[in-house]
């Protein structure tokens, strides 16, 4: 890639990026115009997916609303998404958890990390 993109990109970029990883709970603070009203909307879900590189990183969440699975794509430094939250923290074993979409229920979950010395 050539310098002046990446001079561009690295002035897009966020100086405290939130640290989470793939399988854990975050809430993700997005936020909403509608007409000329501005507000902020709380996401909350497990991170099925982080892909991409410096100002193109982008995320994915899944939820489960009224019995229906929810997934939104996150631009990670978009100035849309004010803050990301790390609720806890998950163990998991791949980078991409899609089988997630076919399970339900109990078996939908990810199994909490624990940190070592607790």
Same mark, same amino acid.
Do not use: C
């Given at each position: 890639?050539?310098?002046?993109?990446?001079?561009?990109? +690295?002035?897009?970029?966020?100086?405290?990026?939130? &640290?989470?990883?793939?399988?854990?709970?975050? !809430?993700?603070?997005?936020?909403?115009?509608? +007409? *000329?009203?501005?507000?902020?909307?709380?996401?909350?879900?497990?991170?099925? &997916?982080?892909? +991409? @590189?410096?100002? !193109? *990183?982008?995320?994915?969440?899944?939820?489960?609303?009224?019995?229906?699975?929810?997934? &939104? *794509?996150?631009?990670?430094?978009?100035?849309?998404?004010? &803050?990301?939250?790390?609720? !806890?923290?998950?163990?998991?074993?791949?980078?991409?958890?899609?089988?997630?979409?076919?399970?339900? +229920?109990?078996?939908?979950?990810?199994?909490?990390?624990?940190?070592? @010395?607790?």
């Amino acid at each position: 890639m050539s310098d002046i993109i990446k001079e561009i990109e +690295g002035a897009e970029l966020k100086q405290e990026a939130p &640290k989470f990883e793939t399988g854990d709970t975050v !809430r993700v603070y997005g936020r909403i115009k509608e +007409g *000329t009203r501005e507000r902020v909307q709380v996401f909350e879900g497990t991170v099925l &997916k982080i892909q +991409g @590189g410096g100002a !193109r *990183t982008t995320f994915t969440v899944r939820k489960a609303s009224s019995g229906v699975g929810v997934e &939104k *794509t996150w631009p990670l430094h978009s100035p849309n998404v004010e &803050k990301v939250e790390v609720v !806890r923290k998950g163990k998991v074993r791949r980078a991409k958890l899609n089988y997630l979409r076919n399970l339900s +229920g109990k078996k939908a979950k990810v199994r909490e990390q624990i940190a070592p @010395g607790k």
